[in-house]
């Protein structure tokens, strides 16, 4: 599982007070506490600054000072991204994200990093309804990004993860979704921010830590996640002995050991 710590995120109250403050303590300890729980990647967003390319700038040096975490530029404004990358030195990254209409100039922006891309399965007519649906648009995306020259295993298909408290199918669709794409081609990457499922509901782990096994079977292998949680951190562990990727459990044994 290729985690993406989710903590370095503006839509977070106490984050975004750090961004905007310039509280260098407190983000360093974000960056830190992420890649010793062990992510791979820091999220890292923005939007919700006083100033989005400033401060994505001031994250983005915390975070390659203090870790050796790869980044993911995740921004609703494409020329925030194609700034920042530019500052991004001797990491592996991942640009979040393009849709099947929108966006398509960061597929080139990806080319010339050798980035990672995420990309989501829908329209300018919204989300998808159906798996078989999201199916056919991650088809799609893989033929607009594979004209483009981006090997497939460099593509970061979403899944799609709504909440479950406004749609009592959301987890099943998304189950659903990950199978179908992960059955058409076995090297894509299927990604999504898990914690939305939860997105209103009480104890909200509860939810989040329930639907991590789900989504690693049906072929999820990367995540944007609180990897601060003991919780979610033990049942990744779990699920992977689970879905067979864990050899003898050996994984699992040594982290409780």
């Given at each position: 599982?290729?985690?993406?710590?989710?903590?370095?995120?503006?839509?977070?109250?106490?984050?975004?007070?750090?961004?905007?403050?310039?509280?260098?303590?407190?983000?360093?300890?974000?960056?830190?506490?992420q890649e010793e729980c062990g992510a791979h990647y820091l999220d890292i967003n923005t939007a919700l600054a006083d100033d989005e390319l400033e401060a994505m700038l001031y994250v983005l040096k915390l975070a390659q000072d203090n870790t050796e975490c790869?980044?993911?530029?995740?921004?609703?404004?494409?020329?925030?991204?194609?700034?920042?990358?530019?500052?991004?030195?001797?990491?592996?990254?991942?640009?979040?994200?393009?849709?099947?209409?929108?966006?398509?100039?960061?597929?080139?922006?990806?080319?010339?990093?050798?980035?990672?891309?995420?990309?989501?399965?829908?329209?300018?007519?919204?989300?998808?309804?159906?798996?078989?649906?999201?199916?056919?648009?991650?088809?799609?995306?893989?033929?607009?990004?594979?004209?483009?020259?981006?090997?497939?295993?460099?593509?970061?298909?979403?899944?799609?993860?709504?909440?479950?408290?406004?749609?009592?199918?959301?987890?099943?669709?998304?189950?659903?979704?990950?199978?179908?794409i992960r059955n058409e081609f076995p090297e894509v990457h299927l990604t999504c921010g898990l914690s939305n499922i939860s997105f209103g509901l009480p104890k909200r782990v509860n939810i989040n830590t329930a639907f991590i096994p789900a989504l690693m079977?049906?072929?999820?292998?990367?995540?944007?996640?609180?990897?601060?949680?003991?919780?979610?951190?033990?049942?990744?562990?779990?699920?992977?002995?689970?879905?067979?990727?864990?050899?003898?459990?050996?994984?699992?044994?040594?982290?409780?050991?």
């Amino acid at each position: 599982m290729i985690i993406l710590g989710e903590k370095l995120n503006s839509s977070i109250p106490s984050t975004l007070e750090a961004i905007n403050s310039k509280n260098d303590e407190y983000i360093i300890s974000l960056c830190k506490k992420q890649e010793e729980c062990g992510a791979h990647y820091l999220d890292i967003n923005t939007a919700l600054a006083d100033d989005e390319l400033e401060a994505m700038l001031y994250v983005l040096k915390l975070a390659q000072d203090n870790t050796e975490c790869g980044i993911m530029l995740d921004s609703p404004n494409v020329e925030v991204v194609k700034e920042a990358i530019k500052h991004i030195k001797g990491r592996s990254i991942i640009i979040n994200s393009i849709t099947l209409d929108e966006r398509h100039e960061l597929i080139d922006t990806a080319k010339e990093y050798g980035a990672g891309l995420v990309a989501l399965p829908l329209t300018e007519d919204g989300i998808p309804e159906t798996p078989e649906e999201r199916l056919e648009n991650a088809k799609k995306l893989v033929e607009i990004v594979s004209a483009k020259g981006i090997e497939i295993d460099k593509l970061y298909i979403d899944i799609i993860v709504e909440a479950l408290a406004v749609n009592g199918e959301a987890g099943k669709r998304a189950i659903e979704t990950a199978r179908l794409i992960r059955n058409e081609f076995p090297e894509v990457h299927l990604t999504c921010g898990l914690s939305n499922i939860s997105f209103g509901l009480p104890k909200r782990v509860n939810i989040n830590t329930a639907f991590i096994p789900a989504l690693m079977c049906a072929g999820v292998d990367s995540a944007i996640i609180d990897i601060t949680s003991e919780r979610t951190q033990d049942m990744i562990a779990a699920s992977k002995a689970l879905c067979g990727i864990d050899e003898y459990c050996m994984e699992y044994i040594e982290r409780f050991r």
